[in-house]
């Protein structure tokens, strides 16, 4: 099913308006509603600088099969899809491994490219010309590899082909083979896709070296905030400690149960824990102070709710949204290294541990410390307007490399 208009005839008053640029945002998922995994917030806060600096932006992907939502105005839906692991059935896993084996594909990719390239770029050609192409990570990258034949910049929410790898250190049998395969292929299609983008937008400083490739010439890391976090509401706090991701994601699972087996038994029962965010089916909490709340209606009041925030990851790389968010609403928090690559200075009310029994001695005294209003919510202001300052500025040289 294609629904296509232009971004003109959706938004009044948009064709009068002089913009600098005019440009094509390919991604797997289009956004619905309100932002809420680190992937739909890094994307929001993307497109709002775009925008921002006077770029009109039309987006092009997929929408989850089932899904009532409709994407924002100036978008292009492509087709409906199942694309998560987690919901998707035996059936239709095998499916995909057995076409990603036809194409030589990852995994990740073949969900996409099923659409066929040709057909993309036929539907997008009907709503251009386009002054450039964004390129909204190595998967979709890896799907359709001619979109970077033309004026393009990568936009790599992770290393990918790291993450793959890291995934596949902490499974066995068949599924660390698959992983193993996944990593491979991850890694030459970014070696491509970097080689062939006019320009490279990382989320996290890291990232740059991390490709194993050079891209310093041709590469920014973007300083992130959440358009859509606004303040605090005044809420009485119903948990302690509060934990709040996407932990279908592998890698954000990894941190999850870490922080069950390795933190929580180091914590007095009294201390109460909620962990928010869509949840494997098979996910047990294990024990009876952690309350599983799956995926919540608002995010930044669950984190009202919570006196401190876990920020627990383990593994992967990018940069952590959630991080971000709790910065940018002054949460005191405990995190690990992991959690907060990719930032610089930290706020006071943030403490840094990595291993469990250090987590836990962090955590119970953050949590005693807000209970006695001896730890404060910060002031997330000052990070706000630094983090806006440097994405302006890597939205900017990005957009230079793609005018050539």
Not at 26 to 34: H, M, R, V
Not at 72 to 95: F, M, T, W
Not at 266 to 282: C, K, N, Q, Y
Not at 356 to 372: E, H, Y
Request: charged share 20%; proline share 4%; with cysteine.
């Amino acid at each position: 099913m294609l629904r296509g208009d232009s971004s003109a005839a959706l938004c009044p008053g948009i064709a009068s308006r002089q913009t600098d640029m005019r440009l094509a945002f390919i991604t797997s998922l289009l956004p619905t509603g309100t932002a809420d995994t680190g992937f739909e917030i890094a994307n929001a806060c993307v497109l709002d600088a775009l925008r921002t600096s006077g770029c009109e932006v039309t987006l092009f992907g997929f929408l989850r099969e089932g899904e009532t939502a409709a994407p924002p105005a100036g978008s292009v839906i492509l087709d409906r899809i199942v694309i998560e692991n987690a919901v998707a059935s035996r059936a239709q896993k095998l499916r995909w491994l057995i076409e990603s084996l036809r194409r030589d594909l990852p995994v990740i990719s073949t969900k996409l490219a099923v659409f066929g390239e040709a057909r993309l770029q036929g539907v997008i050609d009907s709503h251009g010309p386009f002054d450039g192409y964004i390129v909204n990570g190595a998967p979709v990258a890896g799907a359709f590899p001619s979109l970077l034949a033309r004026p393009s910049i990568l936009l790599a929410h992770n290393v990918e082909h790291i993450s793959a790898r890291e995934n596949a250190g902490t499974a066995g049998g068949l599924t660390g083979l698959l992983y193993r395969r996944e990593a491979r292929l991850l890694q030459e299609i970014e070696h491509s896709a970097l080689d062939a983008a006019r320009f490279v937008w990382c989320l996290a400083e890291e990232d740059r070296a991390g490709f194993g490739v050079d891209i310093g010439a041709k590469s920014a890391a973007l300083p992130l905030y959440v358009p859509s976090a606004g303040t605090l509401p005044a809420v009485d706090a119903t948990y302690d400690v509060g934990l709040i991701g996407t932990w279908t994601w592998q890698p954000n699972l990894a941190g999850l149960r870490w922080f069950m087996d390795e933190v929580v038994p180091h914590l007095s029962e009294d201390i109460s824990i909620a962990v928010a965010g869509r949840l494997p089916a098979t996910f047990a909490a294990g024990s009876k102070q952690v309350a599983l709340l799956g995926r919540v209606p608002d995010a930044t009041a669950f984190v009202a709710s919570s006196r401190t925030i876990a920020l627990a990851s383990r593994t992967g790389t990018g940069i952590q949204l959630k991080t971000i968010e709790t910065f940018q609403l002054g949460k005191p928090a405990v995190a690990t290294r992991s959690s907060i690559r990719g930032l610089g200075r930290l706020p006071t009310n943030c403490l840094v541990a990595d291993e469990g029994k250090a987590f836990a001695a962090a955590l119970t005294k953050l949590v005693w410390d807000v209970r006695s209003e001896r730890t404060q919510i910060a002031d997330g202001r000052v990070f706000v307007a630094a983090q806006k300052k440097g994405l302006r500025e890597a939205v900017a040289a990005g957009l230079h490399a793609l005018r050539g």
